[in-house]
């Protein structure tokens, strides 16, 4: 019996601490969705980078990240900003830049790929 609490504590342990770090947020977060949209400027998440790196819109424009990978990202804003949440493969996520600014942002899962978008 003692070889089965070991998991389910884990289990819950690991539980309990992603709804505590996902309940920390501010972040906008929104669904990711599948398909392509035609509004606004998009960034390709290939090959475990943002393609284009950095990114230069007018205030108001949305920008889409599209996952090309056939692993799991998550694009999340080094300020709060916003989050999009899982993005499976082929998974879009959409952000409306209201305000001018510099936003560094990065993936959660995979720290190592960054990005910036300006607003002017």
Request: proline content about 3%.
């Amino acid at each position: 019996m003692r070889k089965y609490i070991t998991p389910i504590v884990i289990l819950a342990l690991t539980t309990a601490l992603l709804i505590s770090v996902a309940g920390c947020s501010t972040a906008k977060t929104t669904s990711p969705t599948t398909g392509t949209t035609t509004s606004g400027d998009t960034i390709s998440i290939s090959n475990f980078t943002f393609v284009p790196g950095t990114l230069t819109v007018s205030a108001g424009t949305t920008v889409t990240w599209t996952n090309n990978d056939s692993t799991a990202h998550i694009v999340a804003s080094d300020t709060g900003v916003f989050v999009s949440g899982n993005l499976s493969q082929n998974a879009v996520f959409s952000y409306t830049f209201n305000n001018a600014g510099t936003y560094p942002y990065h993936c959660s899962i995979h720290t190592y790929m960054t990005g910036t978008i300006i607003v002017k």
